[in-house]
């Protein structure tokens, strides 16, 4: 079967959904994996994906790396934290969007970037900066580093008019996340990007992402002054 572009991950959301409360898939069970998901439903891996993350992210499934994914005992109320792609934060508040690239270039993995994610010294990843601004005041300075050996096509994208974290979220699927969050202490880089003084402390997040096994990209966001983000429980 082909993939059908018209099928949402919302779509498979409810047909998931629909499969738990009829008892096809009860609790307990192990799904089926993305890939044979993909094929019945006749969509992209990633719609599957995103889809298996959000029921993840409501309680009503378990999922775990080389462990698979399973339908929960009993669900859970959790912390939901959206990870929205940055444009459509900014757009969702009323403002204007621009995306600016600072740099871009192709390096050795960092050895402290190498600990993090457990590549090799030989291992190469596509280091980015890039800014994203609200109604032209700074929003959101981006710091992000993509590993190459799991996502090559990203040697060929120059990223000068999309962002990666749009590009990514689009084209490249993941399995997993980590997220950290913190106030991050500015210094002359983000006082050049985001306004304010070198001193100013910044709420900042760390993601890592990865596919299967293989490390995908590490992020680390820093917002202006005075951003608030808010959860649901």
Same mark, same amino acid.
């Given at each position: 079967?082909?993939?059908? $572009?018209?099928?949402?991950?919302?779509? +498979?959301? %409810?047909?998931?959904?629909?499969?738990?409360?009829?008892?096809?898939?009860?609790?307990?069970?192990? &799904?089926?994996?993305?890939?044979?998901?993909?094929? *019945?439903?006749?969509?992209?891996?990633?719609? #599957?994906?995103? %889809?298996?993350?959000?029921?993840? *992210? *409501?309680?009503? &499934?378990?999922?775990?790396?080389?462990?698979? =994914?399973?339908?929960?005992?009993?669900?859970?109320?959790?912390?939901?934290? /959206? +990870?929205?792609?940055?444009?459509?934060?900014?757009?969702? &508040?009323?403002?204007?969007?621009?995306?600016?690239? #600072?740099?871009?270039?192709?390096?050795?993995?960092?050895?402290?970037?190498?600990?993090?994610?457990?590549?090799?010294?030989?291992?190469? #990843?596509?280091?980015?900066?890039?800014?994203?601004?609200?109604?032209?005041?700074?929003?959101?300075?981006?710091?992000?580093? +993509?590993?190459?050996?799991?996502?090559?096509?990203?040697?060929?994208?120059?990223?000068?008019? =999309?962002?990666?974290?749009?590009? &990514?979220?689009?084209?490249?699927?993941?399995?997993?996340?980590?997220? /950290?969050?913190?106030?991050?202490?500015?210094?002359? *880089?983000?006082?050049?990007?985001?306004?304010?003084?070198?001193?100013?402390?910044?709420? $900042? #997040?760390?993601?890592?992402?990865?596919?299967?096994?293989?490390?995908? =990209?590490? %992020?680390?966001?820093?917002?202006? %002054?005075?951003?608030?983000?808010? $959860? $649901?429980?």
């Amino acid at each position: 079967m082909g993939e059908d $572009t018209r099928v949402s991950y919302q779509d +498979i959301k %409810a047909r998931v959904l629909a499969a738990i409360r009829d008892n096809t898939w009860p609790p307990g069970a192990m &799904l089926p994996g993305e890939v044979a998901l993909a094929q *019945e439903y006749g969509c992209a891996r990633a719609t #599957v994906n995103r %889809a298996m993350r959000e029921l993840a *992210e *409501e309680g009503i &499934l378990e999922r775990k790396r080389k462990a698979g =994914t399973r339908v929960k005992l009993a669900p859970a109320r959790q912390a939901r934290f /959206s +990870i929205p792609v940055v444009r459509e934060e900014i757009e969702a &508040l009323g403002a204007s969007y621009r995306y600016a690239l #600072v740099s871009r270039s192709e390096e050795a993995t960092p050895k402290w970037l190498a600990a993090q994610l457990g590549l090799g010294a030989g291992d190469r #990843v596509l280091h980015l900066v890039c800014m994203h601004y609200a109604d032209e005041r700074p929003f959101q300075l981006e710091q992000r580093w +993509i590993n190459l050996a799991t996502v090559p096509q990203a040697a060929k994208k120059d990223f000068s008019q =999309t962002g990666p974290n749009e590009w &990514l979220v689009s084209e490249v699927p993941f399995t997993d996340i980590r997220l /950290s969050f913190s106030a991050c202490r500015g210094n002359r *880089e983000t006082a050049e990007f985001l306004g304010g003084n070198e001193t100013d402390a910044h709420f $900042t #997040v760390e993601r890592v992402t990865w596919l299967g096994e293989r490390p995908v =990209t590490y %992020a680390r966001l820093l917002f202006h %002054a005075g951003y608030r983000m808010t $959860t $649901t429980l």
